[in-house]
């Protein structure tokens, strides 16, 4: 009886903590679910199989970088042009994960690396949100809850996408492809608005993809090459701006 008293406060506050992370990784599920069944559609219609566009969400489990992959394979990119640029277009994951490692002070190194995979956008900064469990007991077990949820609902929506790619009419399989630029443009319009230097670096970007594509550089390795150029540049501008704060 006292045995099962000592434990039974422990069982729950474990329960707590999935639950909370749950609810907490909820609105990243609705907001998940529709753009990886976009994925699922585009990915199949470049000929990828559904096992194949199922297994990219459930080892890359990066959205951008797996939309520019699908994009990539359906223009018949190289696989190290495909790498290299998914590589330089996730590198902020680094930082996002050592940021995250610190926060987690009072939670074991065994606990933090494995939910340093879970990191996306979206899950850093909801994590972000909620500091207080970080130090609170059972802390990883709602960071894990929140990741997961996040991570089924991706990988889910992704298989559904492939199913649902072979079934919906060919007319509205093939206006999905417009997502892809729209959630990029839909990703850099807030930027935009936040910062204008901002564009300055997706102009240079922009401009650098296609002055390597007129020279006669395959599509692959101009796309990485605009990806870097754009990012040295923003090193370059958003210092500048530092600085003259």
Request: proline share 3%.
């Amino acid at each position: 009886m006292e045995t099962h008293a000592l434990h039974k406060p422990h069982s729950s506050t474990r329960l707590h903590m999935v639950q909370k992370g749950i609810a907490a990784g909820f609105p990243i599920m609705l907001g998940y679910l529709p753009v990886a069944l976009t994925y699922g559609v585009l990915a199949g219609q470049s000929g990828m199989s559904n096992l194949e566009l199922t297994l990219m969400s459930v080892l890359v489990f990066a959205g951008a970088a797996q939309f520019l992959a699908v994009g990539m394979v359906a223009a018949g990119t190289g696989f190290i042009e495909i790498i290299t640029a998914t590589f330089v277009l996730n590198f902020r994951h680094f930082v996002m994960g050592l940021s995250f490692v610190n926060r987690l002070k009072t939670i074991a190194l065994r606990a933090k690396l494995p939910l340093t995979l879970g990191l996306t956008d979206e899950t850093f900064t909801v994590s972000a949100l909620y500091k207080k469990e970080a130090s609170a007991p059972y802390g990883a077990y709602f960071y894990a809850s929140l990741m997961l949820t996040a991570y089924a609902s991706w990988v889910g929506g992704s298989f559904m996408g492939g199913v649902l790619g072979d079934v919906i009419p060919a007319k509205l399989s093939d206006s999905m492809g417009v997502a892809l630029y729209a959630m990029f443009i839909g990703l850099l319009i807030p930027s935009v608005k936040r910062n204008g230097r901002i564009a300055i670096i997706a102009v240079t970007a922009l401009l650098i993809n296609a002055l390597c594509q007129s020279v006669g550089m395959n599509q692959g390795w101009a796309i990485v090459s605009g990806t870097l150029a754009g990012g040295l540049s923003g090193i370059w501008l958003l210092e500048e701006e530092e600085e003259e704060e």
